[in-house]
T-cell receptor, first 113, second 112 residues
């Protein structure tokens, strides 16, 4: 089954404790992206990657890191999480080209206390 | 920068009512346009799309037409069901390198 998977689905952590949210897709998509969803703000892009070893900042990259060492994986790293990073996070992927639909993962709900 | 504006919710309708959710975009050129739907507790999934002017996207009884002259892509459905209750996002591919720009979402609640 074609899908984007994220782990963990739920995470509660404390300020400053490094964490990684994994994202994997099995569709051989070149493009992958991370978003955060907050009430009243909709979806905001954090980082995206057009292909292996190619990453770029989105609209809200501060406090986040990403890497793209393999085509299927695009982990999101929070080196020192803070409470303002409490949010619902989505990973997405698509084929390269703006007409293609994006496939979204199920989301990771992160709470930073 | 480019933006997508959609009507604010929440929208509450009775079953079998007519639905319109307005969406306008500012991107120049000919971006692709999308409607995504997010059911409670789930990720977003594509509802329909249109890739050029005057195209009509349709799926599950929903329709939207790419109107270049009014830079709009309004979502419509003739008769909503309780199962259509969800958050609907309009998006265009007008971001850098084809990144999607999303509207803020419209929450729809359909009552029996």
């Amino acid at each position: 089954e074609a899908q984007v998977t994220q782990n963990p689905r739920y995470l509660i952590t404390v300020t400053g404790k490094k964490l990684t949210v994994t994202c994997s897709q099995n569709m051989n998509h070149e493009y992958m992206s991370w978003y955060r969803q907050d009430p009243g703000l909709g979806l905001r892009q954090i980082y995206y990657s057009m292909n292996v070893e190619v990453t770029d900042k989105g609209d809200v990259p501060e406090g986040y890191k990403v890497s793209r060492k393999e085509k299927r994986n695009f982990p999101l790293i929070l080196e020192s999480p803070s409470p303002n990073q409490t949010s619902l996070y989505f990973c997405a992927s698509r084929l390269r080209g703006q007409t293609y639909e994006q496939y979204f993962g199920p989301g990771t709900r992160l709470t930073v206390t | 920068g480019n933006s997508v504006t959609q009507m604010e919710g929440p929208v509450t309708l009775s079953e079998e009512a007519f639905l319109t959710i307005n969406c306008t975009y500012t991107a120049t050129g000919y971006p692709s346009l999308f409607w995504y739907v997010q059911y409670p507790g789930e990720g977003l999934q594509l509802l329909l799309k249109a890739t050029k002017a005057d195209d009509k996207g349709s799926n599950k009884g929903f329709e939207a037409t790419y109107r270049k002259e009014t830079t709009s892509f309004h979502l419509e459905k003739g008769s909503v069901q309780v199962s259509d209750s969800a958050v609907y996002f309009c998006a265009d591919s007008g971001g850098s390198q084809g990144n999607l720009i999303f509207g803020k979402g419209t929450k729809l609640s359909v009552k029996p």
